[in-house]
């Protein structure tokens, strides 16, 4: 995702969705183990605007651009300059979900010497399969748009079909964890220029880190004036936006409003 030039060039897309139990996003660099994340990557979130897309124009899941190999994530990857998500509270400050690891039986062979992979009880394992269990809970999504290069990919008709494709989310991480979406709609955007307070999560790179009040060695981010929200915030690692096979993306560090677990949204 590359900066556009100005902000007259962008828009937002927001979408609102309704998760049926929860969701289960595998973290980075885990083989074996098999943790989740406690929210929604920027990747996996235009991953779930790209896949509808994709059924539309009937390409396949992978995309060829010159000798490279990409997922067909990539396609709208084209045009969002930026992702992000929060959770709705719920009543009464109920947790929003909460983190759990079920055991699965899965295939093990491959982590084994290779003397061992052909013996019967080395091929199986019990694994334990991190998800975050928060059923009937609602996020809302926003997608930061280049107008001219999403016209550019999708036609002049982009903004009706933009609509359309977000309607079509019918998953955000694994293919168990399904949503409904709600609301989408496009809204301008416009810079504020000075300090903001919000529930989505940023890049850490983008935020000033003060000195804790409480201690200097623990991470600390203003609260919003008057916020009656968590005033908690953790710091998560996710893939940069890349989706090229064969090529492992470096790491972005990000700063989550709330706490991870149990999940409560905070500004």
């Known amino acids: ?21 929860g969701f289960s996003i595998r973290r980075p660099s885990v083989s074996k183990a098999q943790p989740s994340y406690s929210t929604i990557p920027p990747t996996t979130l235009i991953g779930a605007l790209s896949a509808p897309i994709a059924v539309s124009k009937k390409y396949g899941e992978v995309v060829a651009r ?18 992000s998500l929060t959770f709705e509270e719920r009543r009464g400050r109920a947790p929003v979900g909460i983190y759990w690891e ?28 991190g998800k975050i269990y928060a059923p009937d809970a609602i996020a809302k999504i926003v997608y930061i748009l280049d107008t001219a ?8 008709t982009w903004r009706s079909d933009l609509i359309r494709y977000a309607y079509q989310i019918t998953r955000i991480g694994s293919k168990e964890s399904l949503v409904a979406v709600e609301d ?13 307070c919000t529930s989505l999560y940023q890049p850490l790179e983008y935020l000033e880190r003060l000195e804790s009040p409480y201690n200097p060695d623990i991470p600390y981010y203003a609260r919003c004036p008057g916020s009656e929200k968590v005033p908690e915030a ?27 677990s149990p999940i409560m949204p905070g500004e």
């Open 1 to 21: 995702m590359r900066s556009p030039t100005g902000a007259e060039d962008l828009e937002a897309l927001v979408v609102r969705v309704r998760f049926l139990w």
């Open 66 to 83: 010159g000798k490279s190999i990409y997922s067909a994530s990539t396609i709208a990857m084209d045009f969002v300059a930026a992702a």
């Open 102 to 129: 079920d055991l699965n039986r899965y295939a093990i062979h491959q982590f084994q010497r290779r003397e061992r992979r052909a013996e019967r009880e080395f091929m199986f394992g019990a694994i334990g399969v």
């Open 149 to 156: 290069k999403a016209r550019s990919v999708l036609g002049d």
């Open 184 to 196: 989408a709609r496009l809204a301008r955007v416009k810079p504020v220029g000075r300090e903001f």
């Open 234 to 260: 953790y710091i998560e690692t996710f893939w940069e936006e890349s989706f090229e096979f064969g090529v492992q993306p470096g790491e972005k560090l990000y700063l989550v409003p709330g706490t991870r």
